[in-house]
Structure formats: C-alpha cells, structure tokens
C-alpha cells in the first residue's frame, strides 16, 4: 500500500518534471561548487606549511572560495523557491481533488462519516503531506548529490581513504530503514486519531451553545483529554522511534569519521598526501556523513507524510455518486408523484420503509406525521434522491427519478428543512441561490411575503449586510425566515416544507403559514409536521409507524377513524 501511495505521488509530480529536473540540475550544481571549497582550504593551507607562506596565493584560493559560495548560495536560493512552487502545485492540486470529490459524494458518505475527519484529511493531512514532501525536495536530492560528489572527490584525492568510508556506509543506511520501517503504523495511528480529535472539536464547538446549557463542558474536556492523552501516546512513540534514526547514523558516522582519521593520517607519515589533503579528505568525511543524518530525518517525515496523502488520496478515490451524463431531464413538472412498494434502510440489517405505495396529484397537499424515526424526513430524501430506493421506484411525472438527472428533479423542488443553512456571503446572496438571477424587487418581494422584510431592513447594511458561516450572527427564527425566502423566491412546482417554521414565534408563524398558502397554491406539497395543528387543512395525511403508512385520509377522516392518528392528535391537545 505504501509502494502504491508513493506511486500516486509520482504520477502527480509527473506533469512538474521539467521543474523537478530544474531543482535536481541546481542542486547538483550547487553541491558540487560548495564541495569544491575544501579543495581550495586544503590548497591553502598547504601554502601555509610550505617554506614560506606565499600571501597571494593564499588570498587567491581564499577568493574563488568566496566568490564560490556566493554563486552556491544563490542557486540553493533558486532551488528552494522552485521546490516550494512544486509542493504548493501539488498539495493545492490533491486539496482541490479532494473537495471537489466531497462535492460529488453521496449523502450516505457524508451522513457516515464524522465531519472533522473529512476537516482534517482536507486540511491538516494536506499541510502533513506539504511539510514531508517539501522536506523531501530540499534534503533529500541535494542529500544524495552530496554523498557522491563527495565520494567522487574523496577518491580523487585518496582512493583508500574513499574505500574505507564507501565500505562502511552501509551500515548507516540499514540502521535507518530498519527503524523507519517500524514507524508507518504508528505515524498512520497518528494521523487517524488527529482526525477524530479534529471531529471532537468541531463538534463541541459547533454546539457550544447546548454543551454550556446542560453543563456538558467537564465531560466534553474528559473526552478531549482522553482522544489528546492516545494522540500524545501514539505520537510520543511514533516520535521516539523514528528519532532513534538520527542519533543511530550519527554514531555510525562518527565511526567513518574515526576510520578516515586513522587512515588519512597514516598516508600523510607515509608521504602519500598533504596535510592540506588531509584537511580537505577529513571536511568531505564530515560532508559525506552529513547527508545521511539529513535523509534519516526526511525519511521520518515522508513517513508521516506517506500516511497523510494515503488518507487524502481514499478521500478523492471515494466512488462518487453514479454519473447522470446520458440521461434525460424531466419534462415539464406540473406535480405528479407516484410511489410504487418502494423498500429502503439505512443499514440491511435494520429495515425501515417497506413496501411504500402513494399517488400523488398535481396541487395536492400532502402532510406526513408520526413519532420520531418513524421515516418522514427519510421519505424526503429519497424524493430529492438523497438516497437511492433499495428497490421499488418513484416516479415524477411517470419518469422514475433513477433514469432522469438530479438537477432536473431537484429543480422541480423547493425545500425547507428544520435544520436551517446559510453560507458566509451577504443577506442577498443566501436569498438568491435558488434564483441567482433574480432582481431587487423579486428579492424584496419574496422577503415581504415570508414578513422576513422587517428585519433585513434593520440590519446595518440591510441586504448586503454580510453573513457569517452557517448564519452565527443571526437567530435561528431569522435563518428560518432566510430560507422560506429563498423558496419564495425560487417558486418551484413542488415544495417540501420539514418542520419548516419550528423555529418562528407564534405570531410570525400565522404570517408565514399564511404566506405558504399562496406560495402553496396549484402545487404539489409534501409537509412534514409535528404539530398536528399546521396540517389540518391537508388533503392527504399520511400516517407513519416503523417506516410504514399506518393511516391515510383527511383531518377529518383520520379522527372519525378514532386510530394513531387521534391518538397523536388527542395527546397534543389533551388538557
């Protein structure tokens, strides 16, 4: 899996070669140009030790030494701005690849999986995976580069001495990969808990209104403290483990070093090389050691780093929901609806809807009651095609939904739910996203109608008054009201209203109700309602019970029949 990973990062550097190519040539060129300044220390110093000390040669070497760094400096420059430019390319490439695979995911996904950790694939495993491939670019080429130009240096100086510290070398390379081998399962932990503690937040943060309220913020902290205690554990050894390379290869560098010393200065009594020789052979032994104590700590990074693109690239491997290309829209809607012995569960070992049948005609009003987890809002879904039938079929206008594009079917909609959203932008940009066409006074049109008018018109900057993430500075009955109006404005063929004015006073809610039977009238409506009193006037009322239609009929009807329906009915307005 890990060979896999690092495959798909490949592919993905592949269309940057010229850049990387780029990067490797300065590295190269860099290496080699600092590398050849122990070259030129060891020249001047053996000036030094010669009869007489000749200044002038000194101070030549001494100069090109300079000049060399300058020029070294410079392309270590240029190669660090285009290794940032490549890491930048290809997180922002991966990080779009994965939203816009979020875009196209089932809701099933969605619903199923802890919002923080789709956060935290998106947005800290993308910085993981930046920060161990950047690691990678600037250490690791010019890492390999050094060790052999280095050697190659080495043994053109003193080929037994180079022999002595190529024979040795393998010994630091086995050190690093048996450790590094050893930490991928812990850095995956690593990355999975980050996730979940990412989940806990955003979930504690987002209701902290209701963790303050029912005094929950002392289990909340237990429950952090406990997903914060397994990240620090995992962590702690992840990190202890992968740190174990560095001092390892240290000690077996310094072993090399040791060797080249005993060596190199046996060939200087010998008469077989300068001390200038000396001086530059024990500068690259110390060179040649230097890369792998470097690439033992990339190693550590691209660890981590391997585990948070395996992460993100499951994310953007997600199968999708099934293409609609090829299929037709729906023809014009005027609200014919028919369901026919439609099956559905969220899991197959807990049936929920089962054998549903139901016609609906155009103008209709067709309330849907009965305790919570009954399947109301699921019914809902599966009529937008949030989910798929387990078998059975829906049909709009005789079309079974299946076999016609989502956006034609859900174009045909306007829904309300309890649950209200609104996206960071301004009052009007929420209002319009149904209608992004729509003029002034259709928006404010629509706004008067759902009486949410008054209230805009209080803002600072009325409809271009800009609104947080998720509507934060608004009321829950203002958010509310933003929707209706959106669904006012959109006048779609159908509507679905869930709960839709549940967060409203009572007296805005006669308003509103009053305004839904003019946005209501001449079409097909399916409301979903706890207050029996919101749907009285409906002309079919469905009555759920374990995912199946207990009861249907009028108000009147339902009650005459003397069942669950006025039983529920009759628990509202006990007294």
Known sequence: MKKKTLLRVA???????????????????????????PIL????????????????AIFSFLSRAG?????????????????????????????QQAFENIERLPLRYIDGHAY?????????????????????????????????TTLGFMLSIAPGVAAVAALLTPLSIFVAKFIASNTHSLFKKQSEIRGEQTALIDEMVGGASVVAAYGYRAR????????????????????????????CTRFVNALVYAAVCLVGAMAVIAGEMTVGGLSA??????????????????????????????????????????????????????????????????????????????????????????????????LINLLMRFYDVDSGEITVEGENIAGVTRKSLRRGFGMVLQDTWLCSGTIRDNIVMGKPDATDEEIVSAA???????????????????????????????????CITRVMLSTPPMLILDEATSSIDAKTELRVQRAFEKLMKDKTSFIVAHRLSTIMSADLILVMKNGNVVEQGTHAELMKKGGFYAELYNSQFAH
Request: hydrophobic content about 40%.
């Open 220 to 247: 909340a902290s237990k429950r952090f403290e406990k997903v914060n205690r397994e990240l620090e554990t995992t962590t702690r050894r992840a990190t202890f483990i992968s740190s174990l390379v560095n001092p």
């Open 41 to 56: 220390f060891g020249k001047a110093i053996d000036e030094i030790v010669a009869e007489g000390i000749n200044f002038s």
């Open 448 to 482: 008067k109608a759902t009486h949410a008018h008054s209230f805009i018109r209080r803002l600072p900057q009325g409809y271009d008054t800009p609104v947080g993430e998720g509507g934060g500075n608004l009321s829950a009955g203002q958010k509310q009201l933003l």
């Open 67 to 95: 000049a060399i760094i300058l020029v070294s400096a410079l392309l270590q420059w240029i190669m660090g701005a285009i290794n940032n430019r490549v890491v930048f390319e290809t997180v922002r490439t991966v990080r």
């Open 281 to 378: 052979i024990l500068s690259y032994a110390t060179q040649y050691a230097k890369p792998f104590n470097e690439i033992s700590g990339v190693v550590t990074e691209l660890q981590n780093a391997i585990v948070c693109a395996k992460r993100l690239f499951e994310l953007i491997d997600e199968p999708p929901e099934p293409s609609d290309e090829g299929l037709p829209s729906l023809p014009e809607i005027s609200g014919n609806v028919g369901i026919r012995s439609v099956c559905f569960s969220y899991s197959p070992d807990k049936p929920l809807i089962r054998n549903f049948d139901l016609n609906v005609r155009p103008g209709q009003r067709v309330a849907i009651v009965g305790p919570t987890g009954c399947g109301k809002t699921t």
């Open 116 to 148: 923080g950790d789709l956060l935290s694939r998106v947005i800290s495993d993308a910085d993981q995976f930046a920060d161990g491939l950047l690691l990678g670019f600037s250490q690791f080429f010019t890492g390999i580069v050094t060790i052999f």
């Open 11 to 37: 592919a993905l550097l592949k269309n940057r070669s010229a850049q990387l190519l780029a990067s490797i040539l300065l590295a190269a060129a860099s290496v080699m140009l600092s590398l050849y300044i």
